[in-house]
């Protein structure tokens, strides 16, 4: 599986947006781009997935770049609930069907 | 539906016991995942079913472990001679498996194991 870089920890103030990278320079054509964010004592949670447009839904955005090398997961106004570990994750239909998850980004936010 | 659904949320068993545990997925989804997770970790694929078959099994999967889905709706995960390092988050998902490369995953809130 291609393989994605994302920071360890992130810090962000309440009611402000967080901007979270990843970087995925081998990611092939049919790599789709998926972000999973976990909370405490929970099962990971889809958050959004895009494949080369900028994709939006009600719990986030998704930028991707036009090389496709890298993407960013916007949280527009960060509450303490999205305190969270967060997941970019490659998925490949013709790698099989199973998410690969790296080690994430912690993100807190300070009220 | 109220999502996946894990049974029990926490086992704590002595090494060299049995364990099972059972997912119930969302009533429509034909795929079905098997995860495991440590302290700090991400979650680690551990093997797939689509329907009753299962297509794909990862290396962390020993001989001491054995999944089933017997009529494509609930699975069972079992580890036998269970040894410390078997400790973890063992987390089921479910999908619906169609042309669409992006369909998410719905996770359950996972069975905590801890052996002692």
């Known amino acids: 599986d291609a393989k994605t870089t994302q920071p360890n920890s992130m810090e962000s103030n309440e009611e402000e947006p967080v901007h979270l990278p990843c970087n995925h320079s081998t990611i092939s054509g049919t790599d789709y781009i998926h972000w999973y964010r976990q909370l405490p004592s929970q099962g990971p949670e889809y958050v959004i997935h895009g494949l080369t447009s900028n994709v939006n839904n009600r719990m986030a955005s998704l930028a991707i770049a036009e090389d496709r090398k890298s993407s960013t997961l916007i949280l527009h106004r960060a509450t303490l609930r999205d305190a969270a570990v967060y997941y970019c994750?490659?998925?490949?239909?013709?790698?099989?069907?199973?998410?690969?998850f790296g080690g994430g980004t912690r993100v807190l936010v300070k009220p | 539906d109220t999502g996946v659904s894990q049974n029990p949320r926490h086992k704590i068993t002595k090494r060299g016991q049995n364990v099972t545990f059972r997912c119930d997925p969302i009533s429509e989804h034909n795929r079905l995942y098997w995860y495991r997770q440590t302290l700090g970790q991400g979650p680690e694929f551990l093997t797939y079913f689509q329907n009753e078959a299962q297509l794909e099994k990862s290396r962390l999967l020993s001989d001491r472990f054995s999944a089933e889905r017997p009529k494509g709706s609930f699975s069972t995960l079992e580890i036998q001679r269970t040894e410390q390092g078997d400790s973890a988050m063992y987390l089921c998902?479910?999908?619906?498996?169609?042309?669409?490369?992006?369909?998410?995953?719905?996770f359950g809130s996972g069975t905590r194991l801890t052996v002692v």
């Open positions: 994750i490659l998925r490949n239909k013709a790698a099989g069907n199973k998410l690969t």
């Open positions: 998902a479910s999908s619906l498996g169609s042309r669409l490369s992006g369909n998410g995953y719905t």
